[in-house]
């Protein structure tokens, strides 16, 4: 028996041959996780938990008055200052010779953002007077869990975007701001906001890529602060929020793995055929 | 003319599915072949198809094959709408009128051939199922879609797949029983695609590629080879024929090269109008991704074409090494086989189309596959149909717990409509339509021409 369809052969049409199927490959692309591997790559998520977690108690402090605007922008500025220097120095200046950035564009931007956030803070302060304390939590909760969804943890999937991401997180700042007593109040939280969502990340990543030992580091010392400051809010939700870090970081990578083994993904010759080169070489 | 007798006694077939002229594709003209050739061996054949614009109502095509263009709403990709149910009252009535045993269910992508299979089980009819296309399993869509094949396909009688890829695809699919399900490929009508080496410009060499410019087809890796090969030979001429959404790809490679009198886009064409551009050129190209059979790369060999193609899907099943030229799907690979075949072509050792075209000639004809479909009605008709109580075991045993039982559900409830059909208006008053098929049918008796007048006959391009 050939498997070809020219010629006539003395079988049946239904006929099954020995060699039916012997061409099905399975899990061809299929990944084998290492557990510490998983559990290093999770700590993206524990990272953004706990900015998140930072963020929420830092404002409960501000709305209690038990934290000044002032203490708040001071303590910022010096960990954001720390944080530049210590950006360029992880990869000894490498990223900022490629992308040609200078010093000078540095200051111009942050300057023009905190002169235009400042100004518009008495806005900010009144913008949602007239809305509910109650919606203004909800929101709050639901962009800050939007903000969680999309952000971009590494993985190459359709659902991370993060403009999206950052835009949620500053929605969630802007509306918990104008909860706050006074303008300048309001000021500081949307400046801090905006360090712990968009350059907190982006030290976290150059860190992760360069010194991961050091990374490892930052993130338990940051989880550690956060339940911290969590526990002198809520003790149970400082209970509640270790354990869904633990299962995370734990817990969750070692169900990848096992379920991992249960994959079945079927691979054959009536597969789509991918074009692996470039063509657009040819269109230049 | 009838190549003998059928041998189990005549059917009376049933074929139905979305795609039906003046629908063209693959789809359309086996079923339109396959139905003449049966028609041809006795049997009594109709078509039922959705309507196609203003062409409802009931047509008679050649050799009084009657096709029911039935008015239902196409949803998406000429496939109609489904509900499971709405079809049932149409489709009963042209099985009883027509006094139907055998129904014939064309293509996976059809919703109206699976509504048909359901509705033929419910009314105790033996079921046969053609599979004409590949699908992978990776994604949402196709999980979803195996699903539904498996549902649709756990208490057919018989399936009949295009190549032994496609077999394999289905089985795995559906989770069949690979004894149930045959191999007949499709087939060209080699009068159809006769050689005529005068057509050619021998000062030239012109590589002619004949498919829908869409990226299921590779046009992208086309438009990688026509720059490469174009640089290297200066008598190198391409013929496009087809239309697609990737024209545009190929236009900008025109473009951007400056090939305007070496590469002619010839946008549709025609069925007629293919051998009249195959025979224009030496060599044929096929760039598909996926392929369950490829006619296309068929009728080159049969028009005298040297062929180069792409190494996927059912594809290395159809023609013998000596007539193809097997590549990868790669820009590379694919111009290594297309500078061997010219090479063959200067050194003058390639076959002479007359060669190619009596070899060809002998592998696919539609008599065959019409002798090989008869032979699964035949087995067909000595199984018995599931009755309700199995039917419903089978559906849940079969289908996943879930699935199952909703389907099983399904199943009773056009059960229940079928019923209430019946109680409306009993099998008895239907009226038994004329039998119009075949040498000996009232076509062709002395008192049927005072009608004829009236019945309109179209003539598709056989």
Same mark, same amino acid.
């Given at each position: 028996?050939?498997?070809?369809?020219?010629?006539?052969?003395?079988?049946?049409?239904?006929? $099954?041959?020995?060699?039916?199927?012997?061409?099905?490959?399975?899990? $061809?692309?299929?990944?084998?996780?290492?557990?510490?591997?998983?559990?290093?790559?999770?700590?993206? %998520? $524990?990272?953004?938990?706990?900015?998140?977690? %930072?963020? %929420?108690?830092?404002?409960?402090?501000?709305?209690?008055?038990?934290?000044?605007?002032?203490?708040?922008?001071?303590?910022?500025?010096? &960990?954001?200052?720390?944080?530049?220097?210590?950006?360029?120095?992880?990869?000894? @200046?490498?990223?900022?010779?490629?992308?040609?950035?200078?010093?000078?564009?540095?200051?111009?931007?942050?300057?023009?953002?905190?002169?235009?956030?400042?100004?518009?803070?008495?806005?900010?302060?009144?913008?949602?007077?007239?809305? !509910?304390?109650?919606?203004?939590?909800?929101?709050?909760?639901?962009?800050?869990? @939007?903000?969680?969804?999309?952000?971009?943890?590494?993985?190459?999937?359709?659902?991370? &975007?993060?403009?999206? &991401?950052?835009?949620?997180?500053?929605?969630?700042?802007?509306?918990?701001?104008?909860?706050?007593?006074?303008?300048?109040?309001?000021? $500081?939280?949307?400046?801090?906001?905006?360090?712990?969502?968009?350059?907190?990340?982006?030290?976290?990543?150059?860190?992760?890529?360069?010194?991961?030992?050091?990374?490892?580091?930052?993130?338990?010392?940051?989880?550690?602060?956060?339940?911290?400051?969590?526990?002198? %809010?809520? !003790?149970?939700?400082?209970?509640?929020?270790? &354990?869904?870090?633990?299962?995370?970081?734990?817990?969750?990578?070692?169900?990848?793995?096992?379920?991992?083994?249960?994959?079945?993904?079927?691979?054959?010759?009536?597969?789509?055929?991918?074009?692996?080169?470039?063509?657009?070489?040819?269109?230049? | 003319?009838?190549?003998?007798?059928?041998?189990?006694?005549?059917?009376?077939?049933?074929?139905?599915?979305?795609?039906?002229?003046?629908?063209?594709?693959?789809?359309?003209?086996?079923?339109?072949?396959?139905?003449?050739?049966?028609?041809?061996?006795?049997?009594?054949?109709?078509?039922?198809? =959705?309507?196609?614009?203003?062409?409802?109502?009931?047509?008679?095509?050649?050799?009084?094959?009657?096709?029911?263009?039935?008015?239902?709403?196409?949803?998406?990709?000429?496939?109609?709408?489904? #509900?499971?149910?709405?079809?049932?009252?149409?489709?009963?009535?042209?099985?009883?009128?027509?006094?139907?045993?055998?129904?014939?269910?064309?293509?996976?992508?059809?919703?109206?051939?699976?509504?048909?299979?359901?509705?033929?089980?419910?009314?105790?009819?033996?079921?046969?199922?053609?599979?004409?296309?590949?699908?992978?399993?990776?994604?949402?869509?196709?999980?979803?879609? +195996?699903?539904?094949?498996?549902?649709?396909?756990?208490? #057919?009688?018989?399936?009949?797949?295009?190549?032994? /890829?496609?077999?394999? +695809?289905?089985?795995?699919?559906?989770?069949?029983?690979?004894?149930?399900?045959?191999?007949?490929?499709?087939?060209?009508?080699? #009068?159809?695609?006769?050689?005529?080496?005068?057509?050619?410009?021998?000062?030239?060499?012109?590589?002619?590629?004949?498919?829908?410019?869409?990226?299921?087809?590779?046009?992208?890796?086309?438009?990688?080879?026509?720059?490469?090969?174009?640089?290297?030979?200066?008598?190198?001429?391409?013929?496009?024929?087809?239309?697609?959404?990737?024209?545009?790809?190929?236009?900008?490679?025109?473009?951007?090269?400056?090939?305007?009198?070496?590469?002619?886009?010839?946008?549709?064409?025609?069925?007629?109008?293919?051998?009249?551009?195959?025979?224009?050129? =030496?060599?044929?190209?096929? /760039?598909?991704? /996926?392929?369950?059979?490829?006619?296309? *790369?068929?009728?080159?060999?049969?028009?005298?074409?040297?062929?180069?193609?792409?190494?996927?899907?059912?594809?290395?099943?159809?023609?013998?090494?000596?007539?193809?030229?097997?590549?990868?799907?790669?820009?590379?690979?694919?111009?290594?086989?297309?500078?061997?075949?010219?090479?063959?072509?200067?050194?003058?050792?390639?076959?002479?189309?007359?060669?190619?075209?009596?070899?060809?000639? /002998?592998?696919?004809?539609?008599?065959?596959?019409?002798?090989?479909?008869?032979?699964?009605?035949?087995?067909?008709?000595?199984?018995?149909?599931?009755?309700?109580?199995?039917?419903?075991?089978?559906?849940?045993?079969?289908?996943?717990?879930?699935?199952?039982?909703?389907?099983?559900?399904?199943?009773?409830?056009?059960?229940?409509?079928?019923?209430?059909?019946?109680?409306?208006?009993?099998?008895?008053? *239907?009226?038994?339509?004329?039998?119009?098929?075949?040498?000996?049918?009232?076509?062709?008796?002395?008192?049927?021409?005072?009608?004829?007048?009236?019945?309109?006959?179209?003539?598709?391009?056989?």
């Amino acid at each position: 028996w050939q498997k070809v369809l020219y010629e006539r052969q003395p079988f049946p049409d239904n006929y $099954v041959d020995q060699r039916f199927l012997e061409e099905l490959r399975k899990n $061809v692309h299929a990944r084998r996780y290492r557990y510490r591997a998983v559990v290093f790559q999770s700590g993206a %998520v $524990v990272q953004q938990l706990c900015s998140v977690c %930072v963020f %929420v108690v830092t404002w409960w402090y501000m709305d209690a008055g038990m934290l000044s605007p002032q203490g708040l922008f001071g303590a910022a500025l010096v &960990s954001s200052l720390l944080g530049y220097v210590l950006f360029d120095a992880v990869d000894s @200046g490498a990223g900022r010779r490629e992308s040609g950035r200078t010093r000078w564009a540095d200051l111009k931007s942050t300057l023009v953002f905190a002169a235009f956030t400042y100004g518009f803070s008495p806005v900010l302060k009144t913008l949602t007077e007239s809305i !509910s304390t109650d919606t203004i939590y909800a929101m709050s909760a639901l962009m800050l869990l @939007g903000h969680l969804i999309f952000f971009d943890y590494g993985a190459n999937a359709a659902i991370v &975007s993060s403009t999206l &991401s950052l835009n949620m997180a500053i929605f969630a700042s802007v509306c918990l701001a104008s909860r706050l007593p006074r303008s300048l109040h309001a000021f $500081v939280m949307v400046t801090f906001a905006m360090q712990i969502f968009a350059l907190w990340p982006m030290l976290q990543k150059k860190l992760k890529a360069q010194t991961p030992r050091c990374y490892v580091g930052v993130t338990v010392l940051f989880a550690l602060a956060a339940l911290a400051g969590l526990a002198t %809010v809520s !003790s149970v939700g400082a209970v509640l929020f270790a &354990s869904l870090l633990l299962a995370i970081s734990c817990l969750c990578p070692y169900c990848l793995i096992r379920l991992q083994q249960l994959k079945d993904n079927i691979h054959g010759p009536w597969d789509e055929a991918e074009i692996k080169e470039d063509l657009s070489r040819f269109l230049m | 003319m009838a190549a003998g007798g059928p041998a189990g006694g005549a059917h009376s077939v049933c074929m139905v599915s979305d795609f039906f002229y003046p629908n063209m594709g693959g789809v359309e003209s086996h079923v339109y072949q396959l139905s003449q050739c049966l028609i041809e061996r006795g049997h009594k054949v109709l078509v039922v198809t =959705h309507a196609y614009g203003c062409r409802k109502g009931v047509r008679y095509l050649t050799n009084g094959l009657k096709v029911y263009y039935l008015p239902l709403k196409v949803m998406y990709n000429q496939s109609t709408a489904t #509900t499971l149910f709405h079809s049932l009252p149409l489709l009963r009535y042209i099985f009883v009128r027509e006094r139907v045993t055998i129904v014939h269910a064309h293509s996976s992508f059809s919703a109206m051939a699976h509504d048909a299979l359901f509705h033929a089980k419910t009314m105790g009819l033996r079921t046969v199922f053609t599979d004409h296309s590949l699908f992978g399993f990776a994604d949402v869509s196709s999980v979803l879609t +195996n699903k539904l094949l498996t549902v649709s396909l756990c208490d #057919t009688n018989h399936i009949v797949c295009v190549s032994y /890829t496609s077999k394999e +695809n289905t089985v795995l699919r559906a989770a069949l029983d690979p004894r149930i399900v045959s191999v007949i490929p499709n087939a060209v009508d080699p #009068t159809d695609f006769t050689p005529d080496p005068s057509r050619r410009d021998d000062s030239t060499i012109t590589i002619v590629v004949v498919s829908r410019l869409v990226y299921r087809k590779g046009i992208d890796l086309l438009s990688g080879i026509i720059p490469e090969l174009c640089q290297k030979y200066p008598e190198l001429h391409f013929l496009v024929g087809g239309e697609g959404p990737k024209r545009i790809v190929l236009e900008e490679v025109r473009e951007r090269y400056q090939l305007h009198d070496r590469v002619r886009l010839l946008g549709a064409l025609e069925h007629q109008d293919v051998r009249n551009v195959l025979v224009q050129g =030496h060599i044929f190209l096929n /760039t598909s991704l /996926t392929e369950a059979f490829c006619m296309a *790369i068929v009728e080159a060999a049969s028009c005298g074409l040297q062929v180069v193609s792409t190494r996927v899907g059912g594809i290395p099943e159809v023609l013998p090494e000596n007539l193809i030229i097997l590549c990868e799907p790669s820009v590379k690979s694919l111009c290594d086989g297309l500078e061997k075949a010219i090479a063959q072509l200067r050194s003058g050792t390639l076959q002479s189309p007359e060669t190619v075209h009596n070899k060809v000639k /002998t592998f696919y004809t539609w008599r065959n596959v019409a002798e090989r479909t008869e032979k699964v009605y035949d087995r067909v008709a000595d199984e018995v149909v599931l009755p309700m109580d199995e039917r419903l075991n089978r559906l849940m045993s079969h289908c996943g717990p879930v699935t199952g039982y909703i389907f099983a559900l399904f199943a009773v409830l056009n059960f229940l409509f079928l019923v209430f059909l019946r109680w409306m208006t009993p099998d008895s008053i *239907i009226d038994v339509a004329i039998d119009a098929t075949g040498p000996k049918g009232a076509w062709t008796k002395q008192y049927f021409f005072g009608k004829k007048g009236r019945v309109k006959e179209e003539l598709p391009s056989s």
